[in-house]
């Protein structure tokens, strides 16, 4: 067998592989002796059926799997021998040529290559960015202990509508003169205060049951359309009506707070964890703390990635080939879809590509312990999503091993701890501006 490569360019390369009969004949033989000892065939017992016949049946067919499998191997062996950094996978080159598929031919075959570009983006204590110190102020720290009284609190029917209720009745669509509209929208429905702006709501605390209110303009006082639309039980992609709606109050919910006791403190953390009105506070702010360090976290990587992507906006990709790779491997694309989703591919290649070279200068490695310790801490955060009872470490350990024997989930996972080895490494190297800001500027922040 002869492997050459042939470099175009920088970034592509054809590698062309040529096979003699003797690469490959004693391979056909011993899988057509193989299938023969296995084949069931009338007129033959079990095992008996002679090589020559199966040759001639199947022959052609097993002559190319066994070429097919010698090439793989072959190629693959090739381009780790040659530590050729590679993008994507060998793409089969188009050509004319046909062979006849006989057992002393000689075969060539082309392969297409996407080669790696050098990567010179580095890293240094020239580079700076910004690192949040959130401060979790008191309107936050009341936000939180709010939602956890709600979320453990109990449901009332009072008599008069309050800010923050939930109105249930009937909502009827109507026509400009105030009357019901024949084929308008009527439906029996919730509606939350909260989704209401204040001016209207105004118009609704006070209400008791039974009380009616005549030409709301619900369209202009809700400006959520998404929550407007599941309100008057609307598809998605239906139109809201230019018109006012008459409602009819039936019931009243309101989500009382849990009181601050002892069974709700060991409800939360166990019992006579937290004694106190003053203890339970210190928990829940500890807690927003570390909520807030992961979101300042989460805002930091996120920087270095595009700070980072801005530094590799030069390097040099093989794009026609690769966009062929994925065309190949994703045969449902579109040319559409390819286009507009190929500049994100590109940018998330580019940074994977400077990963993989800080990992490789610093030594930087990956062990199994620590793709198992991450596969733990997803599992374990998305069981506690449903159930209080945390799993055991054994429980734990087992669904994370069944996890990664998928190989998509292992991939994933081996990903983040990657990315999360390449943060840490570059936070050490970087010159860090420490700002402290509040947590609902901080909120403002991450929406723009």
């Keep these: 067998m002869n492997i050459t490569k042939e470099k175009i360019g920088d970034l592509n390369?054809?590698?062309?592989?040529?096979?003699?009969?003797?690469?490959?004949?004693?391979?056909?033989?011993?899988?057509?002796?193989?299938?023969?000892?296995?084949?069931?065939?009338?007129?033959?017992?079990?095992?008996?059926?002679?090589?020559?016949?199966?040759?001639?049946?199947?022959?052609?067919?097993?002559?190319?799997?066994?070429?097919?499998?010698?090439?793989?191997?072959?190629?693959?062996n090739y381009i780790q021998e040659n530590d050729l950094q590679i993008l994507g996978q060998?793409?089969?080159?188009?050509?004319d040529t046909e062979f006849n598929w006989?057992?002393?031919?000689?075969?060539?075959f082309n392969y297409?290559?996407?080669?790696?570009?050098?990567v010179t983006v580095e890293f240094s204590s020239k580079d700076k960015l910004v690192s949040y110190d959130i401060k979790v102020d008191d309107e936050t720290l009341e936000s939180r202990i709010k939602n956890i009284r709600r979320s453990y609190g109990k449901m009332t029917n009072p008599e008069v509508v309050e800010a923050g209720d939930v109105i249930f009745g009937d909502i009827a669509e109507l026509?400009?003169?105030?009357?019901?509209?024949?084929?308008?929208?009527?439906?029996?429905?919730?509606?939350?205060?909260?989704?209401?702006?204040?001016?209207?709501?105004?118009?609704?605390?006070?209400?008791?049951?039974?009380?009616?209110?005549?030409?709301?303009?619900?369209?202009?006082?809700?400006?959520?359309?998404?929550q407007l639309k599941r309100v008057l039980k609307l598809e998605d992609d239906a139109e809201l009506p230019k018109a006012k709606f008459k409602i009819t109050v039936k019931n009243i919910n309101r989500l009382e707070e849990a009181d601050l006791n002892q069974e709700f403190f060991d409800k939360l953390f166990g019992a006579d964890a937290v004694k106190t009105e003053e203890e339970f506070r210190t928990k829940i702010k500890e807690e927003v703390e570390s909520m807030t360090s992961q979101d300042a976290e989460r805002k930091l990587a996120a920087d270095l990635y595009q700070y980072g992507s801005e530094k590799t906006a030069k390097l040099d990709l093989p794009d026609e080939f690769l966009k062929r790779w994925l065309k190949v491997v994703n045969k449902e694309i579109t040319e559409d879809e390819l286009e507009k989703g190929y500049a994100d591919f590109a940018k998330n290649l580019k940074w994977t590509l400077v990963e993989n070279k800080i990992m490789k200068d610093n030594n930087i490695e990956i062990k199994y312990?620590?793709?198992?310790?991450?596969?733990?801490q997803r599992l374990d955060a998305q069981f506690r999503m449903y159930s209080p009872q945390a799993l055991t470490e054994e429980q734990l350990n087992q669904y994370a091993v069944q996890f990664l024997q998928d190989k998509e989930n292992a991939n994933r996972i081996f990903d983040e701890v990657r990315a999360q080895k390449v943060f840490d490494y570059l936070k050490t190297v970087i010159t860090l501006d420490k700002k402290g800001i509040d947590y609902t500027k901080f909120q403002e922040l991450e929406s723009k």
């Design 112 to 118: 297409e290559l996407g080669l790696a570009p050098e």
């Design 369 to 376: 312990e620590d793709v198992l310790d991450l596969a733990k």
């Design 175 to 226: 026509n400009a003169d105030g009357s019901e509209k024949e084929d308008g929208i009527k439906a029996t429905t919730s509606l939350r205060l909260e989704l209401v702006d204040e001016k209207a709501q105004k118009k609704l605390i006070g209400l008791k049951k039974e009380d009616v209110v005549e030409a709301f303009d619900l369209v202009k006082s809700v400006t959520d359309q998404a």
């Design 13 to 76: 390369a054809i590698v062309t592989v040529k096979i003699s009969p003797e690469d490959y004949q004693d391979k056909v033989e011993k899988a057509i002796k193989d299938q023969a000892k296995k084949a069931k065939l009338p007129g033959f017992r079990p095992g008996m059926v002679p090589a020559a016949h199966i040759k001639k049946m199947y022959g052609k067919s097993i002559l190319v799997d066994e070429i097919n499998n010698l090439l793989s191997e072959s190629v693959n």
């Design 90 to 95: 060998p793409l089969p080159k188009e050509d």
């Design 102 to 108: 006989d057992f002393n031919d000689e075969f060539v």
